[in-house]
């Protein structure tokens, strides 16, 4: 059988150009910036186009372009004009892009049980809302959830 190999930024690029064109785009994501909401190579996301005329709702989760990378994280802020992301599974990182920058907002994640999460469930947003204000603690955090989730897979 034989094997292609894409760059995965390649594949975002593609992601975002389909986006552009007002279709929406169910992807695996690879990463650990979004844990522990979403889970690398295993939960799916749905992602709509970005309609640039309506204002970001805050704690949701955008696509987007920053320094040649593409990434989706939870818009957390405003700085002037510009939007502040920043991924759940972040330390202390935080991206301030321009509007254009946004590709797409994640609408939906199927997790690897089966179960799908509307991302613009109000309980979802407070989620990232609290989640955000945790952040530093969120080091331990992590490791407990990893620790209880390699725990959990041996049993």
């Avoid at 989620?127 to 959830?145: A, E, F, N, P, S």
Wanted: aromatic share 14%; with cysteine; hydrophobic share 40%.
């Amino acid at each position: 059988m034989k094997q292609i190999i894409v760059w995965q930024n390649h594949y975002l690029a593609e992601v975002a150009k389909i986006l552009s064109e007002g279709k929406t785009v169910k992807v695996r994501i690879d990463g650990n910036s979004m844990y522990p909401f979403i889970h690398s190579g295993v939960d799916e996301v749905e992602l709509v186009s970005y309609n640039a005329s309506h204002p970001l709702h805050q704690w949701e989760c955008v696509f987007f372009e920053w320094r040649g990378h593409y990434m989706i994280h939870r818009y957390v802020g405003k700085k002037n004009e510009n939007y502040l992301m920043m991924g759940d599974g972040n330390l202390a990182q935080i991206e301030e892009i321009e509007k254009q920058a946004i590709k797409g907002v994640l609408c939906a994640i199927w997790h690897m049980d089966g179960s799908r999460q509307d991302c613009y469930e109000k309980k979802w947003l407070l989620k990232g809302q609290y989640w955000y204000k945790l952040r530093k603690i969120r080091r331990c955090l992590i490791y407990i959830l990893r620790m209880f989730e390699s725990f959990h897979k041996k049993w």
